[in-house]
C-alpha cells in the first residue's frame, strides 16, 4: 500500500505526533532535514506570539535504525512548549465543574468553531479549536519533508513560494530560474517571496492589518521539477492527479481554492491562447509554454508541475467580528485566541509539504513500495523503454 499518514494532538496539548506507514526501506534520514522545515515553517512576516514560545524539534521513535528507513512504521512526535501553561485547562481528567475553567462559547465567524461544535455535542469551543488549529500542520509539514526526502532520492525537487499577499501581487518567476536558486531567495525573504521589489507594500499592508485588529490571507504556488510522465490517470476519477492534489491541498486550514497551471484564467480565453503546442526540435518533443502547468488528462505531462492555492485571512480577529453566546444566545463579540495576522508563507511551505506527499503515493503505485532501490530500478526501466521520449 502507498504512504499514507494520521496526525494526532492538540494545539495546547502535551505534544503532536504522525505516524507514516508505506514508507519504504532504505531512504536516508535524520531529524536535523526534518527540522529545517518545520523552522521554515514558523518563519514569515506577519506571524503571532505563539511562534516566540515554540522552537519545533522532531523526535523520532520507530522505523529509522542507523540513518535509514527499515519499512515499518515512522513514528515522529514534536513536543509543545507552552504545554506547561495550559496543564489544567488541557488535563485529560475528568472535569468536575466546568466553572472552574472559562469555557469558549462565542464562536468565531469563518472558524470550526460553531459547525464543530454541533456536530461534536460539545459545550466548549476549545474542544474543537485545538484540534481544527492549524498548530496541526506542524506534523504535515513533518511528514512533508520525510515525503521530500523520497522525491529527492529521484531527482525531484520542489519548492513553495508567495504569489501575492492581499491585494499585493509578485511579478512572474523567471522562466530560466531553478528551484534551487527560487528556494534560496524565498527562504531569505520575510514573505517567501521572489519578488524583492513588492515586500515592503507587503509589509506595510500586514502592518495595517495589525493595526486595525483584522487579518490577511494570501495565494502561493508550489512548483515541481523532475516529474517523469505518466503519473496519475485518466481512467477513473479518484486516480485524477489533479484531483488528489486539489484535495491535498484544499485541506490545509483556511484554504479556499486550488487552480493548476493557467487555472482559472484558461475560462477567459480562447482554446488557441490555452492549450500547449507540441513540436520536434533537435531530435526531442518539446514545448514552448507550459499553461497546462504540468497535468494533461489528470496526468503528468513532463513539463514544470505548478499549482497554486489561495489562504483566506485567517479566522481569529483581534477586533472581533459579532457573534453570539450560544448559552444565553445573547449577541456578543466572537473569542479571541492568540493568533497570526498572516499566515500565508507559512502556508507555501505546508503546500510543500502536502504535494510531496501525494507525488510519493502516485510514484509508489507506478514504480513500487517496499524499498528504495527497487523504485530506482523501476522509474529507470520505465523512462528506458518510453515510446517516444521526451
Known sequence: MPLRYFTAGESHGPSLSAIIDGLPAGLPLSPDQINIDLKRRQMGYGRGGRMKIETDQIEITSGVRFGETLGSPLTLVVHNRDWANWTERMSINPLENYDSIKMITRPRPGHADYAGLMKYARKDIRDILERASARETTMRVAVGSVAKAFLAELGIQLVGHIVSIGSIKASELPAEASIPQIRDVTDKSPFRCFDASVEEDMKKAVDTAKVEGDTLGGIFEVIVDGLPMGLGS????????????????????????VEIGMGFETARKPGSQVHDPIYFENGKITRKTNHAGGLEGSMTNGERLVVRAAMKPIATLMRALDSIDLGTKIAEKAAVERSDVCAAPAAAVIGEAVVAIELVRVLQEKFGEDSIPEIK????????????MP
Open 234 to 257: 485518466h481512467a477513473q476519477w479518484d486516480r485524477k492527479l489533479d484531483g488528489r492534489l486539489a484535495q491535498a491541498l484544499m485541506s490545509i486550514q483556511a484554504i479556499k481554492g
Open 377 to 388: 530500478r523501476n522509474l529507470q526501466s520505465y523512462l528506458t523503454h518510453l515510446p517516444y
